[in-house]
């Protein structure tokens, strides 16, 4: 497998901690990029990204950088790609430095994992529809304040936007929107980007770019090149009429890698699951505890990531049928299992007996 240094931006474009936020924005814009490793004269101290200047609900303009540095861990060149994987996904950061001597020498971003997907042979097979979340979008007649709820809500750096019957119609990056705020004239004077509803008012169209999207059936490695062919974080996931289904991101495919370098364990990823959904989480990490202390000893499974896709479906009488979706990756180990019914922990134990009657069948075959 490759190492860090095969991968890696080498010589990246830094930016001092004493720069504006304006001047940030516009390198990331300029250059296309979605963070920015900041240094103290040539010592690295830590990132600074869209997604930290979008947290914040009111930023002065003329503020330095170094107020919204997020530290993160180090690579180094010899790494394996594996830990570079395992890093990025513990740490949540877009990227990560490859220092030297406390100097930098090269980045490592998500996005240069995905040009190297290939790499991962669990991935082979797998559909968009196996990852994507469910489907969000902004609407074409949304103000500005709205959407950029929504970016922050998904943590995200790129919102697509479709009509009422889920028509996909186009895509908005955040830089776009921040570019508009920092050129509208009276915004620049007062020096803040804020989230409050003084925007003025803005056809969204003017934003907005052409549609970006995958069909649900297609492989994760198509799903990869438009990703980085439109230097995109999230992609649109469409059924054959064009119409939305689903968002499929590189954190969802970061997440969903093997590796043998990972903390022993099994890493849970959910989705489709609310906030208020407290009890139907507890449900599957007690579940998902149970099953993987039975199925390690028919596979040995000692660490892993299991996918689990929830999908409510409401019925007039107010009752909730479950649609559950899972996928399980380990060494040697690419499963896949779905089932449905109104009673949530019913169908997901059918999920993993079923997992164990196949490992079983799989096992007396050989």
């Not at 469910?134 to 936007?161: G, M, Q």
């Not at 969204?204 to 090149?225: H, K, R």
Request: include cysteine; aromatic fraction near 6%.
């Amino acid at each position: 497998m490759k190492t860090v240094e095969d991968i890696m931006t080498e010589n990246p474009l830094t930016i001092d901690e004493e720069t504006t936020v304006s001047l940030a924005l516009n390198r990331m814009r300029d250059n296309k990029i979605a963070q920015l490793p900041v240094v103290s004269g040539r010592k690295y101290i830590g990132m600074i990204s869209y997604r930290d200047i979008l947290r914040r609900r009111s930023i002065h303009l003329n503020s330095k950088i170094k107020n919204f540095v997020t530290k993160s861990p180090e690579l180094k060149r010899r790494d394996t790609l594996e830990r570079a994987v395992n890093l990025l996904r513990d740490s949540a950061m877009g990227a990560l430095p490859v220092v030297e001597n406390g100097k930098i020498a090269g980045v490592v971003s998500r996005t240069d994992i995905i040009k190297n997907i290939e790499e991962f042979d669990e991935l082979k097979g797998v559909q968009t529809f196996d990852l994507m979340q469910d489907a969000y979008f902004a609407k074409p007649d949304e103000d500005l304040e709205s959407i950029l709820e929504k970016v922050r809500a998904h943590d995200v750096d790129t919102i697509n936007v479709a009509d009422e019957k889920t028509n996909l119609l186009g895509l908005i990056r955040v830089e776009n929107i921040l570019d508009y705020e920092m050129k509208t004239k009276e915004r620049v004077r007062k020096g803040d980007f804020t989230g409050e509803r003084n925007h003025p008012d803005i056809d969204i169209n003017s934003l907005m770019e052409q549609p970006v999207f995958c069909y649900e059936d297609e492989d994760l490695f198509t799903a990869s090149e438009e990703l980085v062919k439109n230097h995109l974080h999230n992609i649109a996931i469409c059924d054959k009429g064009k119409k939305i289904v689903g968002v499929l991101s590189v954190d969802d495919i970061i997440s969903s890698l093997w590796s043998k370098e990972s903390t022993e364990g099994i890493l849970v990823n959910i989705s489709g699951l609310g906030a208020g959904d407290t009890d139907l989480y507890s449900t599957i990490y007690a579940m998902v505890e149970k099953f993987t202390e039975r199925f390690s000893k028919l596979e040995n499974l000692k660490n892993g990531t299991m996918n689990i896709h929830v999908v409510k479906h409401h019925s007039e009488e107010g009752r909730i049928k479950y649609s559950i979706r899972t996928r399980l990756i380990g060494r040697k180990i690419n499963m896949t299992e779905s089932s449905s019914g109104w009673n949530f922990g019913k169908v997901l134990s059918d999920i993993f007996d079923d997992y164990e009657s196949r490992t079983k069948r799989e096992k007396e075959k050989n």
